[in-house]
């Protein structure tokens, strides 16, 4: 960390982020983002904003885990999420579809817009959110029951039963795992390897035809197979879905995202902090902030 | 010269090592069948108990053979003895205390391990197991006292209102609410406390990533319970229900105090019954005739099939169960 | 893909984050299901609540110092508890110093002796298991017909090898909980050092574990202390006098309350609730602290 520059963010050509700086005095009141013009050569992308995330710092107790995220994820892309661990990414993903509420002591500050709408909100049902808000975990975790009523029992809930063979073969489809499932739909789902689980995971979440699928860390227990055939699969899904993916490896976020995000954790308070967030190659081949350089290149984390 | 002088030092090594360890292994050995003798008794208190009842019951065994089961009649200066009416009113009051504890239990484990604040779980968790420490006899007293003229005045005429006419179960109210209804709600009394905090257990082993995989396909709390928890404990649960009808079946004394000791079977559960513990305690203080002390054990060997039987069978459930968690 | 994929959404995701579908009526389903779960947690304490404060009532207006010094009358009619307090003390005494011994050991030797998936171990497991699956009733009968018919007299000693029966189970299952969580590197230290297995566990794991052993006996005894079945059957014909001779017959509170409550007329209950509110408060005292105990044993021992 001694090859910090300290004018970063005069170069960062988009101004999505605005990456704190420890020195500066101001940081309460983040600077508005300025048009996306600025850069010229790379336009903001032409698309719809499904998430705008302004100053999210999220708390466990009274410990700071994450802290002062504004950004903004935009419609039809995969967006990845990359960072040492301990950086808060997957606190960061979590927060998205409000999975965190459950941990105690968890409190979220700022805001996160999804079309508009606040996720924490009083209003704001989480039920509803986590319906439109899809989620695939790290660790595959079907339900112990058949491979079929994994995928149904979701729009069941849902009163989505017209044609429910047809959509959970539609769903096992789009994640590629129809193919080898589809003579034992009524085989426990635990009979499946590790990566067909989390395909079937994939499936039973995107049954419920959801708007948004986040992934966190999705490949991180398959082994390279596995794991290609998921990656394989989110650039057949981000056609349909806005994808968030949170992952440990940054080939991977380099392969399947259109744009990155990474994290790092500050060394002097130990919070998780938005560092840079930009087209994936730009995060890849030329990062405005040294740490980001430092991480994709690998000399750090 | 380094050689020779070792020989004999690793020959003396050897032999302290050897000691030690016949030592250690006989002071183990000591110990360990101190442990497992302790063990043989309790293995031993099993047999005794099942030759001891056996050989007491053998002489009304004898006599009435398996027509003791259907044999409506106890009438001990006659020498004639039936279980009929006691298996009968052994089967009400347990279902009556099943049918209102398991729903109730299972709610009470739910709410205890789902849905409590935390503060709450550690107050409440606790002031429900104490349900099971009060003692039977202090529990039947209060039945008698308290309970059974409640049933009487309030429960039994709304029910025999409302569902009478159907179910002849519900008959009218008698003079007094001493009933195999009232005995049952006693057994209720006892056996949640027992289902619900095994049913707590199970539930809180439920891993967090099956609950959240579940409310993150957009599931109401309800829907992870319903689709998620229970079908994944459900046979930790039956296990638990079986435990609980275990307790219920052999419980003599609090029923003993509110079943109102008849000796008939009636239609309406309202009127009085008796069960088998409790037909044993009662006259086995002062029983007339050798062969209603041979008869009391006969009946003793009934609740005690019935004891181990609802216990092998939990002990079934319970491991399958475990195996299928290990999938 | 060769499915077809509808690009449209079955819903508008840009609508307001409120229930929308038949989300209303699933929240409302959800919502009284979780009321039903709550209130019949409080039912369960209401009842709790009820049973204490009705002994309470109806016990403390009997309650008295002379309740206390006084031995019952002769047909357990009216008087005090004297004799019959400490008779049950003794009985249940007894029976504690046959029982926690003995489950301590069976509980030594499932957590230090046997080999995981030991049959006999599993064996013992499922003996234990069906000891307290066997009703009090019976085992009450069952001590009737080993000891009390050959002796042909009821005896306090007899009512106490009934009560060890129904503890020992119990004493064995909570002192192996308490011993599985010494930590083992605790044995391994003593192992390393050359110090034999059995002075190993007297030295370091028993005391380490004493303070779950003895609250899980407490709670064992104070089940067993409310028992009447096999003291009705085994130590009901004692006159009320104070004795010290437990192999004779013993007064105890237990059938106390049973005879009194039996005989159906104002002066037996008022000794009936006298009793029973002495007897609960010291099972729920003994319950509450042993609790407590065990909580913070626990926590000692899980760091």
Sequence with gaps: MTERDPDVTGTVPNQDVVPRQRIQTTAAVPVPAPPPQIAGARPEPARATVFDIKDMTVFYGTKKALDWTTLKIYRNLVTAVIGPSGCGKSTFIRSLNRMNDSIPGFRLDGQVLYHGHDIYAGATNRVEVRRRIGMVFQRPNPFP????????????????????????????????????????????ALSLSGGQQQRLCIARAIAVEPDVLLLDEPASALDPVATASIEDLMHELKNRYTIVIVTHNMQQAARVADRTAFFSLDPHEHVGTLVEYDDTNVIFSHPADTRTRDYVTGRFG | MSAPSAAPKSRLMRFVANRRAAERSRGDLIMGALCLAAGLVAALVLFEIAYQVISGARPAIDKFGLGFLGNVEWAPNFSRFGAAVMLYGTAVTSVIAMVIAVPLSIAIALYLAMLAPRAVRTAVGPLVEMLAAIPSVILGFWGLIFLAPWVHAHVEPFLYDAFGGLLPIFGPPQTTGLSLFTGGLILTVMVVPIISSLSRDLFLTVPNELKEGAEALGATRWEVIRGVVLPSTISGVAAATTLGLGRA????????????????????WFQTGNTLAARIAQDIQYPVNQLQVHAIFYLALILLVLGVATNLFARSIARRYDVSRTI | MTSAAPSELPYDPTAPLTPTGNLRRRLIVSRVAQGLAVGAAFVAVAVLAIVVFDVVKSGASVLSLDFLVKDPSQYGVGGGIRSTIIGSAIIVAIGAVIAVPIGVLIAIYMTEFARPKSRIAGALRMGLDLLQGVPSIVIGIFILGLITL????????????????????????SAQEVLRLVPSPLREASDALGVDRWRSIITVVLPTALGGIVTGSILAVARAAGETAPLLVNDSTA???????????????????????????P?????????????????????????????RSRRKLTG
């Design chain 1, 145 to 188: 029951k058949s491979i079929y009523d994994n995928v149904a029992w979701a729009p069941r809930n849902l009163g989505l039963k017209s044609n429910l063979d047809e959509r959970v073969e539609r769903a096992l489809r789009s994640a590629t795992l129809w193919g080898e499932v589809k003579d034992r739909l009524k085989v426990s």
């Design chain 2, 249 to 268: 079946l052999g419980e003599s004394i609090a029923v003993l105090s509110v079943v109102g000791t008849g000796a008939t079977i009636h239609t309406s």
């Design chain 3, 150 to 173: 050959p002796q042909h007299e009821d005896t306090g000693f007899a009512g106490s090898v009934a009560l060890a029966i129904i503890m020992l189970p119990l004493v064995a299952r």
């Design chain 3, 239 to 265: 006159p009320p006098h104070l004795t010290f001779n437990p192999f004779g017959p013993m007064p105890n509170v237990p059938v106390q309350i049973l005879t009194a409550s039996e005989a159906l007329n």
């Design chain 3, 267 to 295: 002066a037996g209950f008022a000794t009936a609730w006298g009793a029973a509110l002495v007897l609960l408060a010291l099972i729920l005292i003994a319950n509450v602290g042993a609790r407590f105990l065990l909580a």
